[in-house]
């Protein structure tokens, strides 16, 4: 084997433990998130094919074609942010199992052994006082003496 050879077993080979651990975590994962980084992963693993190929055989092909799907993993990542946040709001969970609703509608749902109910529990927010009104912070009457202990009823104190 020459150099190129091995250069281009080498990227191979780590080109498809990438795609290989991304693919295991997508299906085994079930955090939206998760399975999202583990999609970017087997895509990584993708470009890193294109790239040894071009190398071996002297054509900026792959690199283009690495560059082209590097941005649009970057666009796929902000449209996904926002997706995953719509979809927290709305639920309270990013698990996949709870969001069966979204699937077309000649699509049996899918059953799950494992899921478990997520349940949310209802928010205790504070009580404020109404926006405009200042609280009041008069003592009851009959808790508080009238007069500070050690100051006598002219206002001077116990000593003096």
Known sequence: ????????????????????LGAVGFLTRRNLIVMFLCAELMLQGVSLTLVGFSGYHGTWGGQVMSIFSLSLAA?????????????????????????????????????????????????????????????????PAGRYPQTPVGVNAEGAGAHG
Do not use: K
């Open 1 to 20: 084997m020459s150099g190129s050879d091995e250069l281009l077993n080498n990227y191979l080979v780590v080109g498809a433990l990438l795609f290989t």
């Open 75 to 139: 666009a796929e990542a902000g449209i996904a942010l926002a997706l995953f946040v719509v979809l927290f709001r709305r639920g309270h969970s990013l698990d996949v199992s709870i969001w069966q609703d979204l699937r077309e509608e000649d699509q049996p749902p899918v059953e799950d052994d494992h899921s478990t109910d997520v349940t949310v529990p209802e928010p205790v927010w504070p009580h404020l006082a109404p926006a405009g009104h200042l609280p009041d912070h008069t003592p």
